[in-house]
Structures are given as structure tokens and as C-alpha cells.
């Protein structure tokens, strides 16, 4: 049964430029929500797809956008990238809307030089 | 103030000892609870689940919800050196707006030595 995976593992990207992060859920899965997280902090929640839209949004900027595909996949998009968007972005997959259990990825580590 | 707070430690136990972890929260509305553990440069790996108040026992583990003092422990018995982790504890309220947002602490550092 396969996890949560992420691509890719490591990214560095310059500042000002754009990045496309993915994501496959768990098998059976639905619902994909993305979280980042600072060195030495908790993840925060940036949003959660659920049937091909944003069902829910944290407190992060319009820069960062997301799409999920009919096969459940997603994407967390962030342009214009800042020094401070420097962390781990995770994924998690859960089933159904009413969200309770989360499983999370990997995560892929952004580096912004 | 943050919504959920956690104490980062570091904690430092030696193998055999029970280890207790815990989180408060302010926002009253938190209806699920769950601990995860994650090893460095890692995902979160969910370990407890838990609605509501009252505890709930899995192998070596026990979690505890006290709603009324919004506090939360993980309790970890005869500890053993690869538990060293990160602990974080996570938290959302009811359906509705709420659908999908895990609240976090900032996890706590957990060493356990031979």
C-alpha cells in the first residue's frame, strides 16, 4: 500500500523565481492539504483540495496557489519566492472532506538563495 | 498567544523510563487531538488519534484529552532510544470551516539514551 509521496525531495530556487511542488495521496485517499514548516516549528496549514477545489485556506498569501487533479494528485505553486519561504512542505492525505486522520509525505525541502 | 503551545525542550531520558508530553491549547471549539512523531529531516508519522476528552491506550502509548483544562499528554512507557523524535501534537475543530486545518505545537525534542 503506498504512502504519501512527494517530488522532489530537494529544491533550491533563487529568490523572485517560481516553484511547483507535488504530491500523490495515499491510495484511497481524496483529500490533499499542504503544510510548511519552519526549522524548529510545527507545520502550519496552507490549504486542503477536496473534489478538485480549495475547500480551506490558511493564513499565506495569494502567492502560494495549488490544483489538485482528478486522480487526486496536487501541486502547491509559490511565486515570487522570498529568503523566508525557506522550509519543509508537506503533504497530507486524508479521505473525505470531514477530515479527522491526516497522513503526511516525506515533504520537500525548499532552499531560497 | 498561540493557539496551541508546546514545550520544545529539549528532553532528555534515559531507555526504560515513561516519558509525558503535553500540549495546551485556547480555542475551545478543538475537537481532535492527535500526536505525531517525526524523525529528522522526516514527514509527520500520526500516532494517536483521540476525539474528545478521556484517554486511549495503544502498545506502549497513552494519550489523554482533559477538555475542561484544555491540556493534552502523550505518555510513552519503557522508552526505547529509537523513539528519539520529534513530538508534535495537532489539533482541529468540528466540520464546517474547519474541514482540514491541523493546528500544530511546536513539537518537542525528545532524546531517550542507552
Known sequence: DAGVTQSPTHLIKTRGQQVTLRCSPKSGHDT??????????????????????????????????????????????????????????LCASSLGKGVREQYFGPGTRLTVT | QKEVEQDPGPLSVPEGAIVSLNCTYSNSAFQYFMWYRQY???????????????????????????????????????????????????????????????????????????
Open chain 1, 32 to 89: 490533499v492539504s499542504w503544510y510548511q514548516q519552519a526549522l524548529g516549528q510545527g507545520p502550519q496549514f496552507i490549504f486542503q483540495y477536496y473534489e478538485e477545489e480549495e475547500r480551506q485556506r490558511g493564513n499565506f498569501p495569494d502567492r502560494f496557489s495549488g490544483h489538485q487533479f482528478p486522480n487526486y494528485s496536487s501541486e502547491l505553486n509559490v511565486n515570487a519566492l522570498l529568503l523566508g519561504d525557506s522550509a519543509l512542505y
Open chain 2, 40 to 114: 529528522s529531516r522526516k514527514g509527520p508519522e500520526l500516532l494517536m488519534y483521540t476525539y474528545s476528552s478521556g484517554n486511549k491506550e495503544d502498545g506502549r502509548f497513552t494519550a489523554q484529552v482533559d477538555k475542561s483544562s484544555k491540556y493534552i499528554s502523550l505518555f510513552i512507557r519503557d522508552s526505547q532510544p529509537s523513539d528519539s523524535a520529534t513530538y508534535l501534537c495537532a489539533m482541529r475543530g468540528p466540520g464546517g470551516t474547519s474541514y482540514g486545518k491541523l493546528t500544530f505545537g511546536q513539537g518537542t525534542i525528545l532524546t531517550v539514551h542507552p
